[in-house]
């Protein structure tokens, strides 16, 4: 072994071939950048996908709980008890879920309504932690609505007249739309930060919000109009929800659609979202066949394994960066057996075995894998720490969701691709130390060259 050791080191400190210098530096070089890309991009395709998770995560619960038919759900009460007596269950809430149009103005939008009671809504999702503007639990507390609406506002804020042309179902002491109504008077909403930028409202604004569950008449279909003031603002971090989600209390909007006590769902909380799906089984084993039971990964099973597959792709795309540049180990190791067939020759004269030529340049070859290898494991590594830290590259939000290049250094990704590159290092020079190898000694030693 020592003798192996020593050659192998003698030939990889003596090249007098510019040549092989020059392609034992490329191929270095080439499996030190493929290598960094290699794990830059798992790191990135990792981070993207834990951001994205925990962000679909926070925003809704770990498991949704439908009728199977998707109809309304009544007597939820009952079932509410059977949810939460589920082994693994944190917390539940009821919700109804509805599409309406906003109008503020002149402006319109179509907008997703979930109705939700807010503190049990804080706990099964993150949407208490995401007020940028008010308080969430107003939408369904008259003390905190008037607490955020006296200091965004002012005392005894009121709405105009002028301002109430539509009909107003909210008004709770039946004053006549050409008087001004008090804020306190009317339902509560939370809305994204999205939308509310491109409504332009904030914090007391009213809108009215217009719902397909109208009624025919003899001038035709009219839909139901009430006004809604805003008493919070979030932010998920889910554009989809921030620009196209709204939130009112649970008994707003039974009276507003017309469900009386129903609801659409029940959002559940585990003990932690990586047993969701067991818990979501234990759900449906317990309520039966009439209900369904989702966690969060079934929910958003196409867009995970959509990242899955293309991190798959980019795994088996870029790692022909490192194959090609094996290529070169390859020459290196094809050129030196041919410079020092004469070596080969005496050694193998003075007993050599096969194997042992075999290791010497085998050696030669690792060594080049090696070094481009921790090269690469250490550019990666510093440039992951420097895009976490710092936001180098910003994104548009709307599309990826985030507004940076997600990094997650990830342990295992670069002990994967340092394996995979030596391994393929190691393929790359066994042919040619093999075949010096079989090399006769008198072959060798005769050789001229």
Do not use: C
Request: overall charge neutral; cysteine-free; glycine content about 8%.
């Amino acid at each position: 072994m020592k003798f192996e050791k020593f050659i192998s080191r003698k030939y990889r400190k003596n090249r007098h071939s510019a040549l092989v210098s020059f392609i034992s530096l490329t191929s270095i070089i080439g499996i030190m950048l493929g290598v960094a890309t290699l794990i830059m991009t798992i790191n990135v395709m990792s981070g993207f996908s834990n951001i994205l998770r925990d962000k679909i995560v926070g925003a809704n619960s770990h498991i949704i709980v439908n009728k199977a038919s998707m109809t309304l759900i009544p007597d939820w009460y009952y079932v509410q008890g059977d949810i939460e007596a589920v082994d693994g269950v944190k917390a539940v809430s009821p919700f109804i879920m509805s599409q309406s149009l906003v109008q503020y103005g002149n402006l319109f939008q179509g907008i997703s309504v979930r109705a939700v009671i807010a503190e049990e809504e804080v706990m099964v999702s993150n949407v208490g932690d995401s007020i940028i503007l008010g308080d969430f639990l107003a939408i369904d507390n008259y003390d905190k609505a008037k607490i955020v609406i006296d200091g965004f506002v002012g005392k005894n804020a009121t709405l105009g007249g002028g301002d109430t042309t539509l009909t107003n179902n909210a008004n709770a002491d039946g004053l006549p739309a050409s008087k001004p109504i008090s804020l306190l008077s009317l339902p509560t909403i939370a809305i994204g930060s999205v939308a509310a930028t491109n409504l332009g409202l904030g914090i007391g604004d009213v809108i009215e919000l217009l719902s397909p569950n109208g009624a025919s008449t003899p001038f035709g279909f009219v839909p139901k109009v009430q006004k809604f003031v805003v008493v919070a603002i979030f932010s998920s971090g889910v554009y989809e929800y921030d620009a196209a989600l709204l939130y009112m209390s649970l008994n707003s909007a039974q009276h507003f659609y017309g469900f009386n006590d129903q609801i659409s769902g029940f959002s559940v909380k585990t003990d932690s979202f990586k047993h969701a799906a067991q818990t979501a089984d234990a759900i449906n084993d317990k309520l039966g066949i009439i209900f369904s039971a989702k966690d969060w990964l079934s929910l958003n099973s196409s867009l995970f394994a959509a990242l899955k597959l293309e991190e798959a792709a980019m795994f088996l795309i870029l790692i022909i960066i490192i194959v090609v540049s094996s290529f070169n180990i390859a020459s290196v190791v094809a050129v030196t057996t041919r410079d020092k067939k004469r070596d080969i020759g005496i050694m193998k004269s003075m007993g050599a075995t096969d194997r042992s030529i075999t290791n010497i340049f085998l050696r030669l070859g690792f060594f080049l894998g090696l070094t481009g290898t921790i090269l690469g494991n250490i550019i990666a590594l510093v440039l992951s720490y420097i895009l976490g830290k710092y936001k180098i590259i910003e994104l548009s939000e709307s599309v990826y969701n985030v507004d940076t290049i997600p990094i997650q250094i990830i342990p295992s990704a670069f002990v994967i691709v340092s394996i995979s590159s030596l391994i393929i290092t190691l393929l790359a020079a066994y042919f040619p130390s093999k075949h010096a190898s079989k090399m006769e000694p008198l072959e060798g030693i005769r050789d001229d060259s």
